[in-house]
């Protein structure tokens, strides 16, 4: 059984087609990243998925369900981090976590739920207003796991954390998995989801324009590499033998330097080894792999270059012009 399953999901205001045509299915037991610049629809759908939205057309299974028919049978057995979680800043970490038990009618020890999201009996007694934006994100991944769900929707889980935060919260999100809980885990930044998901899909404008993992959707944009080697002699002599390799697709020479183009990962390797058969000296290889960055501006035709991107944190891709919020 699917965790998730979309046929046709459509969400119409007005004139604008948030979420369009939507066929998405997230298997049991894996991390499925959503990704997509804001604004893509990713809230929509899940907002559709818990029926706080109807759809316009289409339908949708969670845990299978009915999302519309069967919303009561689905809600106990879902945990949502939503986005821009609140918290109650006199209430102490350990109270959010018994009130949310209560809410639930669930029967969990706080104790294990708290250190399963990694925060001490001491942590817990303190007010939550004092809480880091980290600790703050674990309290709600614990509230969230109170009834031991089998699906767990993240909404931008790592928005605002510092890069030990988002460590956190990958490791967390590692652990959930390990237990065997599906996740769906929704985010703008493309490394946040490529650090803990099993496949992603990625959603530009209401629509799904890929399903894969990342590896996959590297080779369906005709991705690969490309390998400069440095040698000691000179590079035009050994243009042929670098062309003649399977998976080489394009090759340079300047003066000592052969840059060629990578299709086949398998290349690489046969590449050195053709160039060492032919009497060559490899005096340094330096190899660039196809850019994620390049990817998600190609799938989400994303103009961040000329509109100024943002990024949670450095290094860090955000698919979207507006960046962090
Ligand atoms: N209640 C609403 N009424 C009108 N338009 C809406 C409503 N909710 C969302 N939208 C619009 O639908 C589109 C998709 O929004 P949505 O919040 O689902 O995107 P998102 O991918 O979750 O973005 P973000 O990362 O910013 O949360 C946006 O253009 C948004 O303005």
Redesign the pocket.
């Known amino acids: 059984m699917a965790a998730i399953e979309t046929h046709g999901l459509t969400k119409a205001?007005g004139e604008?087609t948030?979420v369009d045509d939507l066929d998405l299915t997230v298997d049991d037991g894996e991390v499925f990243g959503f990704l997509?610049p804001?604004?893509?629809?990713?809230?929509?759908?899940i907002n559709m998925l818990l029926d706080f939205t109807r759809p316009t057309a289409g339908s949708a299974t969670v845990l299978g369900y009915d999302a519309q028919e069967e919303a009561d049978a689905i809600s106990p057995r879902v945990g949502v981090l939503p986005?821009g979680f609140d918290i109650y800043p006199r209430l102490s970490g350990r109270r959010h976590l018994e009130f949310a038990i209560e809410t639930k009618a669930a029967t969990d020890d706080p104790d294990a739920l708290l250190e399963r999201v990694g925060l001490s009996a001491a942590d817990a007694a303190r007010p939550a207003g004092d809480y880091s934006k980290g600790m703050r994100q674990r309290l709600a991944t614990g509230m969230a796991l109170v009834g031991d769900p089998d699906l767990l929707i993240m909404d931008?889980p790592s928005s605002g954390l510092d890069p030990h935060g988002i460590r956190e919260m990958q490791d967390l999100v590692h652990r959930e998995a390990k237990r065997g809980t599906t996740v769906f885990f929704s985010s703008?930044i493309l490394e946040h989801v490529e650090a803990v998901c099993d496949r992603i899909g990625v959603?530009n404008e209401?629509s799904l324009v890929a399903v894969d993992t990342i590896e996959g959707l590297r080779e369906s944009i005709g991705g690969g590499a490309t390998m400069e080697l440095t040698l000691d002699a000179t590079a035009d002599d050994l243009l042929e033998t670098a062309r003649d390799v399977v998976g080489v697709t394009d090759v340079v020479a300047s003066g000592h330097t052969l840059e060629c183009s990578i299709t086949d990962p398998a290349a690489k390797a046969s590449l050195v080894v053709a160039l060492d058969g032919a009497g060559a000296t490899i005096r340094d290889v330096r190899i660039d792999d196809v850019s994620l960055e390049s990817l998600f501006t190609t799938l989400t035709n994303d103009d961040s270059e000329s509109g100024g991107q943002a990024t949670t944190d450095p290094g860090a891709t955000a698919v979207t012009p507006e960046g962090n919020r």
Do not use: F
Not at 38 to 45: L, Y
């Open positions: 205001y604008l948030a997509g804001n604004g893509a629809g990713k809230s929509t759908t986005e931008e703008h959603l209401g």
